[in-house]
């Protein structure tokens, strides 16, 4: 199994920056792919944004180029980069991560991540 461990979340200003880290550790053989999700009161969960190990990352369309994902495949790590952040983008943010476990792939989730946008 898998262990995902976000962290970096906080309070911050509108137009403000935060950069969020999720660590994947436990038992497994590769990850081929770590993204980000996020959930804002009383809404569905809604991607962020992904990164396969050898392709480009991936983004929804309301992050309009404030953010940016990036891997360090050695310490199984995830980081998302948050600029001009809005009121809007205030949710928990959910690091997932697609697992081989050297006999299935899986999914696994995080326990989220607070981001709050406000001033």
Known sequence: QVQL???GGGL???GGS???SCV???RFVGINAMGWY???PGQEREFVARHLIDGAPYYADFVKGRFAISRDNAKN???LQMNSLSPEDTAV???NADVDSGRHYYEAWGRGTQVTVSS
């Open 38 to 40: 996020r959930q804002a």
């Open 93 to 95: 943010y959910y690091c």
């Open 77 to 79: 790590t995830v980081y």
């Open 5 to 7: 461990v976000e962290s």
């Open 12 to 14: 911050v200003q509108p």
């Open 24 to 26: 994947a550790s436990g």
């Open 18 to 20: 935060l950069r969020l």
